[in-house]
């Protein structure tokens, strides 16, 4: 059963770069079926897609945060990763991983999902 | 970016009852449209991809309908578990966009 577990600092400060790497288990990232993205949650609101990965490197990023973020995947570890550079108190918010499936007729959905990480930007 | 707004923001309802959430699309999603079920201080879970297709485990009185840019979630007799908050989400066009959750409510 594939898992996602995310992990990194938990207290990122003003202005300086988050990150977060996110390690499957139970399955392999390099999969020409499935590519892999990071999703957030600001403490209670709605969730926001941050951008995904393919096993190749290739990337999407949401343009709302495209000038800051970069997203890089591992293979060797079957890990990929996220960095959020320039943070302000309104990136906090808990970050999810999740596997992204694919289908032409139907479009994109995440699952599964990882438990989640809470990251807090503050000084 | 396509906005997708959800009705009601929340909802009050007893075990048993039908329950209908609607998300609304500010334009066409053809049918790349999915459900996501997420309790309290936990990651969301994916119930319905592709506007009707149902995520194996997922109970049979959950199902989706809809096309273009309205959409409903319908349970059919609430269980006791499925009080949560239930998000709908895109993926016809980048950026990739998610309504802002309907919360549902024991009564």
């Known amino acids: 059963q594939l898992q996602l577990q995310e992990s990194g600092p938990g207290l990122v400060k003003p202005s300086e770069t988050l990150s977060l790497t996110c390690t499957v288990s139970?399955?392999?990232?390099?999969?020409?079926?499935?590519?892999w993205g990071w999703i957030r949650q600001p403490p209670g609101k709605g969730l926001e897609w941050i951008g995904s990965?393919?096993?190749?490197?290739?990337?999407f990023y949401n343009p709302s945060l495209k000038s800051r973020i970069a997203i890089s995947v591992d293979t060797s570890k079957n890990q990929f990763s996220l960095k959020l550079n320039s943070v302000t108190a309104a990136d906090t918010a808990i970050y999810y991983c999740?596997?992204?499936?694919?289908?032409?007729?139907?479009?994109?959905?995440?699952?599964?999902w990882g438990q989640g990480t809470l990251v807090t930007v503050s000084s | 970016d396509i906005q997708m707004t959800q009705s009601p923001s929340s909802l009050s309802a007893s075990v048993g009852d039908r329950v209908t959430i609607t998300c609304r699309a500010s334009?066409?999603?053809?049918?790349?449209l999915n459900w996501y079920q997420q309790k309290s201080g936990k990651a969301p879970k994916l119930l319905i991809y592709?506007?009707?297709l149902l995520q194996s485990g997922v109970p049979s009185r959950f199902s989706g309908s809809g096309s273009g840019t309205d959409f409903t979630l319908t349970i059919s007799s609430l269980q006791p578990e499925d009080f949560a908050t239930y998000h709908c989400?895109?993926?016809?066009?980048?950026?990739?966009?998610f309504g802002q959750g309907t919360r549902l409510e024991i009564k």
């Open positions: 139970g399955g392999s990232i390099s999969s020409n079926t499935y590519y």
């Open positions: 334009q066409s999603v053809n049918n790349y």
């Open positions: 592709a506007t009707s």
């Open positions: 990965i393919y096993y190749s490197g290739s990337t």
């Open positions: 989400q895109q993926s016809y066009s980048t950026p990739i966009t």
């Open positions: 999740a596997r992204t499936y694919n289908w032409n007729d139907g479009g994109d959905w995440f699952v599964p």
